[in-house]
């Protein structure tokens, strides 16, 4: 009996891309860097403060998120199959056998990872841009919000 769904390594490996020291060298040419951040790849990004930011795309953090949830709930059915497995050890009832046999069913009925809903496109096509404009910062009052 299969208890989960297999996930390839293929679709769990990600390749580091050449690090941004700095917020201002991922600015410098901010849509090419965008674009290295495709399926499969992962963009790391030093802050000023020592902080780590990593880049991703949002089905490589789906299918990350849904991994993250299938441990979750292992572990979870994992705890309850061992109090179950202890109370018929201890009792060896009946009931205690019934509990641990439907524990370890639920368990391996949940084969598909689960995933939450991507949000709403972010579209940054309505601000004007200078070419010639060498400040980097705009009015965040100017964008339009998803929601």
Not at 17 to 38: M, V
Not at 70 to 99: F, H, N
Request: hydrophobic share 40%.
């Amino acid at each position: 009996m299969m208890i989960t769904k297999t996930v390839p390594a293929r679709e769990t490996a990600l390749q580091p891309l050449s690090p941004w020291r700095s917020p201002e060298q991922f600015r410098k040419n901010l849509g090419e860097n965008l674009r290295l951040i495709e399926r499969g790849h992962v963009g790391t990004l030093m802050t000023k403060d020592n902080k780590t930011i990593r880049l991703l795309t949002d089905e490589d953090f789906q299918a990350l998120y849904g991994l993250a949830k299938e441990v979750d709930r292992l572990r979870d059915g994992i705890e309850l199959i061992i109090a179950a497995a202890v109370s018929v050890q201890k009792t060896q009832d009946e009931s205690a056998v019934v509990v641990l046999t439907k524990a370890a069913l639920a368990l391996g009925r949940s084969p598909v990872l689960p995933t939450r809903r991507p949000s709403k496109d972010f579209n940054l096509d309505d601000i004007k841009v200078d070419e010639s404009d060498t400040d980097d910062s705009f009015d965040f009052n100017d964008i339009k919000r998803p929601f």
